[in-house]
């Protein structure tokens, strides 16, 4: 079955960067788009980023534009997303999207906290 594994979230000051990965299961990661949604306190989920199969095109919400990066490694079936000049804001769970078929698979979320 699907399965997708986020890591890397963590406690950073503001201005610091971390880099999240998601490995995937279960499914032909090569021919899937991939996305990355997060959910703050009391916010709903945002979509923020995402890129195409051969990771050729990218996408993100006007709120990070400039300071993340998504990528993947088709070989190693895993997707990223590097984050720069991190603000407050960005706290979240950070989730790990593939939508198949018309459904919604997500991984169990991993916690970015910026904070002095």
């Known amino acids: 079955q699907v399965q997708l594994l986020e890591s890397g979230g963590d406690l950073v000051q503001p201005g610091g960067s971390l880099r999240l990965s998601c490995a995937a299961s279960?499914?032909?990661?090569?021919?899937?788009?991939m996305n990355w949604y997060r959910q703050g306190p009391g916010k709903e989920r945002e979509l923020v980023a995402s890129i195409t199969a051969d990771g050729g095109s990218t996408d993100y919400v006007d709120s990070v534009k400039g300071r993340f990066t998504i990528s993947r490694d088709n070989a190693k079936n895993t997707v990223y997303l590097q984050m720069n000049s991190l603000k407050p804001e960005d706290t979240a769970v950070y989730y790990c999207?593939?939508?198949?078929?018309?459904?919604?698979?997500w991984g169990q979320g991993t916690q970015v906290t910026v904070s002095s």
């Open positions: 999207n593939v939508k198949r078929y018309g459904r919604d698979y």
């Open positions: 279960g499914f032909t990661f090569r021919v899937w788009s």
